[in-house]
C-alpha cells in the first residue's frame, strides 16, 4: 500500500486529502480541511497566502500525528493567481484575487496596444479579463512597486511549493493559464518537440512567449523552468523538517491547476469525452492531444489549458456556482439564513423557466449583492425578475443547464466530436437538481462522480509518477471502479428545448450563432 498527500486548494476552501492505494482500489481520506478566506486590504482583495501555508503545515502534522508514512505530496489550486519573490527569495506582497476590480476595463487598453487576435493566436487561451497577463499589464501600467523589485514570478502551487521545499519552479497547467505562454513555439523551449505535440523526453511543446511577455511591461526573466506534471520539484526543506518534526518527503508537481486535475480523473473509459468541471466554477468542454487555435475558438471564447500527459482542455469557462454561493452570503448579511440543500428544495418548488440570465455576464464577476444584480440583469433584457429566494436560486440552475447546453453544443462544433453524454465531477455534483436539469438540458445523460475530482487527480498523477498506474487511462478505470457514479438519464426533452430557446433570446446569445 503507498499513502500519499494531496492539496487541493479550492476559491473558497481547502483539504489536505490522503491517498490510498490497495489491491488496484482509490480511497480517500480527508486528513484536514480549512475555509479560504479573501481578505480585502487597502481597497485590493488577496489571498491570504501565509495562512494557506499555515494549513498545509497543519495538513502534514496531522499526517504525523497519525502515523502516516507519506511517499510523497502534491498542491494544486485555482489558477491565474500569482505572487512574486524578490532577492534572497524574499515574497513581495501578498497575491491579488483574480475578483480584484484592478484589471476591470484593461483587457481592452491591451488590446489597443496588442490585438485580441494576437494574443489569442499566440496562447490559445480564452479571454477573461483576470488571466495573468491582463493583471501583470494593469500591475505594469499601475507602476506597481513590486515589479521594481520582482526576480520570480510564481503561480499560487508554486509559491507554497518554494516555501515548502525552497525550490523555484514554474508548473506546466497552471503556467498556460497565464495567457503568456506559448504552446506551439514558445520562447525559451523551442528544440522541446513537435509544434503542440508532446516529445519522447516528457516535456510538451511550447514555453513561455519572452516577446509577448516584454510588450505588456513584464521580463522574461521572471519566468522560470517549466516543470511537468509527475516530475519530482524537490523535498520538504530542511527547516520545515525540523519545524514540524517530519521526515523529508518528497514533493511533485501534478495538474496543479486544479481544473487540470479534476479532468484527469474523469472517469472516462473512451478517448473522447465531454466534461463539466462543476463548483465555484463550471469548466466544459473536452480533451484534446492538441491545442485548437483558430478564429472560431477566439469568436466562442474557448480556451486551450495545458493538461497532464500533453493533453490540452478545449473548455468554456461558466460561471458556476459562485452566483448562488453570492446569494447565500447575501441573505445571510440580511439576517437570512438557509441551507444550500434548503434553497434546492425552493428552487425545485418554485415556477419553472420563468426568467434567464447569462451567468457570463460581466454584472456576475465580482463579489457582491448578486439578488439586486440578477434583477438588474433581467431588468435590462425586458423580463419580469425572479422574486424571493426559491425563484432566484430556480432561475440561476435553469440558467446554467442551459448555458451548459449551449458550451457542449459548442465544443462539439469545435472539436469535431459527438458525445453521448457529460461527465460531471466536483462538489457541485452534490446538488442533483442541477445535475438533472443539466441532463434534461442536454438531452443526453449526465454520469456524475466523483466528488472530490482535484484531490484525485492530484493523487493519480504522483501514482503514475511512482510507477503504481502505467498511463492515465489505467488510473481513469481505477477511479471508475473506486468512486460511485451516478447516472441521470434526459426527461422532459419538449419542454427543455422549447426553454433553450427562449434562453437564447433572453441572453442574446442566439447572435453567437
Ligand atoms: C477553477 C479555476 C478555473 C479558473 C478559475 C480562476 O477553480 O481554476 O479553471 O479559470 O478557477 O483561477
Avoid at 424 to 435: P, R
Wanted: net charge negative.
Amino acid at each position: 500500500m503507498t499513502t500519499i498527500l494531496a492539496y487541493d486548494l479550492g476559491a473558497s476552501s481547502g483539504r489536505a486529502m490522503l491517498g490510498r492505494l490497495t489491491d488496484n482500489r482509490i480511497a480517500t481520506e480527508e486528513l484536514h480541511r480549512f475555509s479560504n478566506d479573501p481578505v480585502r486590504a487597502a481597497g485590493r482583495l488577496h489571498w491570504d497566502i501565509l495562512r494557506l501555508l499555515h494549513e498545509l503545515k497543519q495538513g502534514l502534522l496531522k499526517a504525523k500525528h497519525k502515523g502516516e508514512k507519506l511517499r510523497s505530496l502534491a498542491i494544486d489550486s485555482w489558477a491565474v493567481d500569482f505572487g512574486f519573490l524578490g532577492r534572497g527569495g524574499e515574497l513581495l506582497g501578498n497575491p491579488y484575487h483574480y475578483r480584484d476590480a484592478h484589471t476591470d476595463g484593461v483587457m481592452n487598453k491591451l488590446f489597443a496596444e496588442i490585438p485580441a487576435s494576437e494574443v489569442f493566436g499566440r496562447t490559445g487561451i480564452q479571454f477573461l479579463q483576470f488571466n495573468s497577463i491582463f493583471q501583470l499589464y494593469a500591475m505594469a501600467k499601475a507602476g506597481n512597486p513590486i515589479l521594481e523589485q520582482a526576480e520570480h514570478f510564481l503561480m499560487i502551487p508554486d509559491l507554497l511549493r518554494y516555501f515548502l521545499t525552497g525550490e523555484k519552479h514554474n508548473e506546466f497547467t497552471n503556467a498556460t493559464t497565464t495567457q503568456l505562454y506559448n504552446p506551439i513555439s514558445g520562447g525559451r523551449h523551442k528544440d522541446n518537440g513537435a509544434a503542440g505535440g508532446w516529445d519522447k523526453g516528457n516535456r510538451a511543446a511550447g514555453g513561455w512567449d519572452a516577446e509577448l511577455i516584454r510588450r505588456i511591461g513584464a521580463k522574461p526573466s521572471w519566468f522560470g523552468h517549466v516543470a511537468q506534471p509527475g516530475s519530482v520539484v524537490g523535498t520538504l526543506s530542511a527547516s520545515v523538517m525540523e519545524e514540524l518534526g517530519v521526515d523529508a518527503i518528497p514533493v511533485l508537481a501534478v495538474a496543479e491547476h486544479d481544473t487540470g486535475s479534476a479532468v484527469a480523473a474523469v472517469p472516462a473509459l473512451n478517448r473522447s469525452f465531454a466534461y463539466l468541471s462543476c463548483g465555484t466554477w463550471s469548466l466544459i468542454g473536452t480533451e484534446v492531444d492538441s491545442p485548437v487555435i483558430d478564429e472560431r475558438t477566439q469568436r466562442f471564447n474557448f480556451t486551450n489549458e495545458g493538461g497532464a500527459y500533453g493533453t490540452y482542455r478545449l473548455l468554456k469557462n461558466i460561471m458556476g456556482l459562485w452566483i448562488l454561493n453570492e446569494c447565500r452570503r447575501e441573505w445571510e448579511r440580511a439576517g437570512l439564513l438557509y441551507s444550500f440543500p434548503e434553497l434546492v428544495k425552493m428552487a425545485g418548488e418554485a415556477a419553472p423557466f420563468a426568467a434567464f440570465i447569462d451567468p457570463d455576464d460581466d454584472l456576475f464577476l465580482p463579489p457582491g449583492d448578486m439578488p439586486s444584480r440578477i434583477r438588474q440583469y433581467c431588468d435590462r433584457t425586458g423580463q419580469r425578475a425572479p422574486d424571493g429566494p426559491g425563484a432566484i436560486v430556480r432561475c440561476i440552475l435553469e440558467s446554467l443547464a442551459l448555458k451548459y447546453r449551449y458550451a457542449l453544443g459548442l465544443t462539439e462544433t469545435l472539436s469535431g466530436q459527438r458525445f453521448d453524454g457529460l461527465h460531471m465531477v466536483g462538489g457541485g455534483i452534490h446538488n442533483t437538481l442541477l445535475c438533472r436539469w443539466t441532463a434534461n438540458a442536454i438531452g443526453k445523460p449526465v454520469w456524475a462522480g466523483p466528488d472530490e475530482g482535484s484531490a484525485i487527480g492530484n493523487l493519480i498523477v504522483q501514482w503514475i509518477a511512482q510507477g503504481e498506474f502505467s498511463d492515465i487511462w489505467e488510473a481513469r478505470r481505477t477511479i471508475r471502479d473506486s468512486f460511485p457514479v451516478t447516472v441521470y438519464e434526459p426527461e422532459a426533452s419538449e419542454m427543455w428545448e422549447d426553454a433553450y430557446g427562449r434562453f437564447l433570446r433572453a441572453t442574446r446569445l442566439e447572435a453567437a450563432f
